[in-house]
């Protein structure tokens, strides 16, 4: 082969490198902006149509301390081993 014909398979190699590179940026930032949209959009609309708040956000004058209690007593050993 010669001169030429390499330099055009070089060039070609680095294009469709440069391209493929390309293309994976454009797909990766498609799927994940989807899974975002679709994993945090849909927890965050069936939180609101079931009230749930993950966070305590109101304030209270009259509360004293925000900290909330973890009951955190000893169990039996059977509670332990059946724990789901």
Not at 71 to 77: A, C, D, F, I, P
């Amino acid at each position: 082969m010669n001169e030429n014909g390499v330099q055009f398979f070089r060039g070609f190699q680095k294009g469709m490198k440069g391209f493929g590179l390309n293309i994976s940026t454009i797909v990766n930032t498609v799927l994940l902006s989807v899974v975002y949209v679709v994993g945090v959009g849909l927890t965050s609309i069936l939180a609101k149509i079931s009230k749930k708040r993950f966070l305590e956000m109101t304030i209270s004058e009259e509360k004293e301390t925000y900290w909330d209690e973890l009951n955190l007593k000893k169990k039996s050993m059977e509670e332990y081993y059946r724990q789901f």
